[in-house]
């Protein structure tokens, strides 16, 4: 669940929540719609154009996951995104379970996914 302090930040031209501004004493945080850092603890207006520059782009990334089972992460992509769920599928063929496992991370993401 994200925190109630987060601030949602949305895209001007069509509403879209591209994200939030973690406050960190004065300055913000920007981070995407589960959680990841996407960058420095900065001021607002900074913190928003991070948020503003990448946009959705990274749901289109491959990521890597840390898995309990496995010493190396495991390559990812992201299924879906939201404030209330993060779904991932496996693309890694180099992993014991059938690729296109769909893998399901509490918001905000805990740390084990990270971009490639």
């Known amino acids: 669940m994200i925190p109630a302090s987060w601030v949602a930040y949305y895209r001007e031209d069509d509403g879209e929540l591209l994200g939030y501004l973690v406050p960190d004493g004065e300055l913000f945080v920007p981070v995407t719609v589960f959680g990841y850092e996407l960058g420095d603890a900065v001021d607002e207006y900074n913190a928003s154009q991070v948020l503003e520059s990448i946009g959705l782009s990274y749901l289109a990334d491959t990521w890597v996951l840390s898995t309990a089972d496995r010493s190396e992460p495991i390559n990812v992509q992201i299924v879906e995104s939201s404030p209330e769920?993060?779904?991932?599928?496996?693309?890694?063929y180099g992993w014991e379970q059938n690729y296109g496992t769909i893998i399901?991370?509490?918001v905000p993401e805990p740390g084990k996914l990270r971009r490639r």
């Open 85 to 92: 769920a993060l779904k991932v599928k496996s693309v890694d």
């Open 104 to 106: 399901e991370l509490p």
